[in-house]
């Protein structure tokens, strides 16, 4: 009997650890597809610095995650021997694989809104200090409990703050701490002429919907893995993240009057907003919540860039910023039992932490791009910029005809 309970144990946890992992591969692809939506949206002659930021971010990402970012967030730390490490399958491991591909989906969400101006490698330093400092100070906060703020809210409000695939903590961090070097770089030569918006047409709009894509389906590994264990999958959470791409795909498309441009990063806007409370609404709750959310994006980007003159090239503020914190607050609104939720969760207490979540992203993003731009600098020269990112940078342009 105990050699059956000890084989059955040993099997839940193995499958626990391949279910991690899995969930880990599908995230590490969406890198693929904020490649390509970035290679996409871009001029010709930027394509190659996408690409290449997109990958070396990943690596930088990875390295000061595992050093210092996973210990800050999780007080847990690897420097033990590989036989404590592999216990129990490596799940452990696997799990820190699985949570670091979500640490480097901040850069890569950055990269899209600072594009074809900024330098190479102060970028990859901010980059490294974001991942490792600024994003693992709120995630250990909403999903490790660091410093007590989620038992007071529990305490204060009668639920903690909820955010199970990272609304805020993900994409609304990484969208307002783009939006602060955004902000630093200032816009592109020749964006605005006499206070005018010059259009920059995307280089492929192939390109761009393949990204949208790869995100899109790697989507459902963000969401519906969260849960970390076989027991906890839900196939709410895949449904509601369904039902939320769906809105936010026919908001866009209705709103943006076709603009193909919108129409592949409506569904984009639905999924970043249906994250924190995908394991709690309704489907119809989950719809209308992406519907806002495709709605918000294009209203919020053509507002950027037409009137407030923010020169954020793949608009990752309006899309991961504003509707990461639209799905953190809705977590609080459709999760609600009288709203068809499952309940537990409070309104104040979401709106609180999104507001921390969004002050801690905007603050770092300051003194990080700030202290990067004053000591090294953050942008390319005009020379450079006019030429473009590829040749500037990296000697070599996308195709023969650059």
């Not at 630093?184 to 492929?204: D, I, M, Q």
Request: aromatic content about 12%.
């Amino acid at each position: 009997m105990e050699a059956t309970t000890s084989a059955v144990a040993a099997l839940v946890q193995s499958s626990n650890t391949l279910f991690i992992l899995m969930g880990a591969i599908m995230v590490l692809a969406m890198h693929a597809g904020f490649a390509f939506l970035e290679v996409g949206t871009v001029r010709h002659k930027n394509q190659v610095n996408a690409l290449v930021k997109i990958m070396t971010d990943f690596g930088f990402s990875c390295v000061t995650y595992f050093f210092v970012g996973y210990w800050i967030a999780y007080d847990q730390h690897f420097f033990i021997s590989a036989q404590e490490l592999g216990a129990n399958n490596g799940y452990q491991l696997v799990k820190f694989f699985f949570l670091m591909t979500f640490a480097a989906a901040i850069p890569a969400i950055i990269s899209g809104g600072i594009a074809e101006r900024a330098r190479f490698w102060p970028l990859l330093i901010a980059a490294a200090l974001t991942v490792g400092i600024v994003y693992p100070l709120f995630e250990g906060i909403a999903w490790n409990g660091n410093y007590g703020f989620q038992a007071w809210l529990e305490a204060t409000f009668g639920a903690s703050f909820h955010d199970f695939a990272g609304s805020v903590v993900v994409h609304g961090v990484g969208g307002w701490l783009a939006l602060a070097a955004v902000l630093l770089l200032g816009t592109r030569k020749g964006r605005y002429r006499k206070g005018k918006l010059v259009a920059f047409a995307p280089s492929s709009i192939p390109f761009l919907a393949l990204g949208s894509w790869i995100l899109t389906i790697g989507w459902f590994g963000f969401n519906v893995m969260s849960a970390q264990t076989l027991d906890g999958i839900s196939g709410l959470v895949a449904v509601n993240t369904l039902m939320a791409m769906a809105g936010g795909t026919i908001a866009a498309l209705v709103i943006g009057k076709n603009d193909p441009g919108f129409v592949h990063n409506g569904p984009l806007a639905g999924l970043v907003a249906i994250c924190a409370g995908s394991d709690l609404m309704h489907p119809i709750g989950a719809l209308a919540v992406g519907l806002i959310a495709g709605g918000l994006f294009v209203y919020a980007f053509m507002l950027t860039q037409n009137r407030w003159k923010i020169d954020d090239v793949l608009g990752v503020w309006p899309l991961h910023g504003l509707c990461g914190a639209w799905g953190g607050i809705a977590a609080g609104i459709f999760g609600l039992e009288m709203f068809g939720g499952l309940g537990g969760v409070s309104l104040i207490s979401q709106l609180i932490g999104t507001l921390l979540g969004l002050s801690i992203a905007l603050v770092g993003g300051f003194i990080v791009y700030g202290g990067v731009k004053a000591f090294i600098g953050l942008r390319l020269t005009d020379e450079e910029e006019f030429n473009g990112a590829d040749l500037s940078i990296h000697k070599i342009g996308a195709t023969s005809q650059d």
